[in-house]
């Protein structure tokens, strides 16, 4: 379990909230609005009204002690990059912002961001592979050439076990899991057999994983 200090709670913080509740995260969150801190309230540790562009109240948090701060502000530019800089001037240990453009983005980094989310940028990759990949179910980007993706399993592969195929060696990737009937299953031996109606989780270069699957 970790502690989280989350900035913010528009519909972005608030799913962030929704999401670390789920994991077990202790969660404070913090915003302007009352009302937002009020519907907030059930499904986090605590919540307070309050600037966190103002030195003295983000300082009386305490942001030293929490594993990460979410600056999740989505409508405010300058109080974003604001509060980025004072909590890293604070001693934040990790400092995590949203960004709406590659502007603000590079700007955050510069500016006390350890990482930054891009919501619009990362959900128009997935939406563009999704739409011109056949087969993916699911893709995660890992850097500009590696990605960890879910696909049905070729027909051609049904009955076949994974040392039969050996695409380790032919395409440099590795299946990291099988998900049937909902469940992910992450303990893959070399003699498991694969059927129709799973999907397959893979690791290795974009390019590869195309090629193996004979994605355009």
């Known amino acids: 379990m970790k502690s989280i200090l989350l900035i913010g709670l528009g519909r972005f913080g608030r799913h962030i909230a929704i999401k670390l509740n789920e994991m077990g995260h202790e969660i404070m969150a913090i915003d302007t609005d009352e ?3 009020n519907d907030t309230l059930p499904i986090v540790t605590s919540a307070l009204i309050g600037d966190s562009t103002n030195p003295d109240f983000l300082s009386s948090l305490g942001v030293r ?3 990460a701060c979410i600056v999740a502000i989505g409508d405010d530019f300058q109080n974003s990059l604001e509060t980025a800089s004072l909590l890293k001037e604070l001693g934040a240990r990790r400092v995590v912002a949203r960004a709406s453009t590659d502007v603000q983005e590079k700007f955050l ?3 006390g961001a350890d990482e930054v989310v891009y919501p619009e940028k990362q959900l128009a990759a997935w939406t563009a592979i999704r739409c011109t990949m056949d087969h993916i179910t699911d893709y995660f980007e890992l850097d ?4 960890i993706v879910e696909l049905t399993i070729p027909e ?7 040392l039969d195929l050996d695409i380790r060696r032919k395409y ?3 299946i ?7 469940c992910l299953d992450l303990n893959v031996p070399p003699e498991t057999v694969l ?3 799973e999907t397959i989780l893979v690791l290795g270069p974009r390019t590869a994983i195309q090629k193996c699957f004979h994605i355009s």
Request: charged share 25%; glycine share 12%.
């Open 172 to 174: 440099n990737i590795n």
């Open 156 to 162: 051609k592969w049904h009955t076949k076990s994974i």
């Open 65 to 67: 002690n929490f594993d």
């Open 35 to 37: 009302q937002r801190v």
């Open 144 to 147: 500009g050439d590696n990605s």
């Open 109 to 111: 980094l510069r500016n």
């Open 176 to 182: 990291l899991g099988i998900r049937k009937n909902g």
């Open 195 to 197: 059927s129709s109606g």
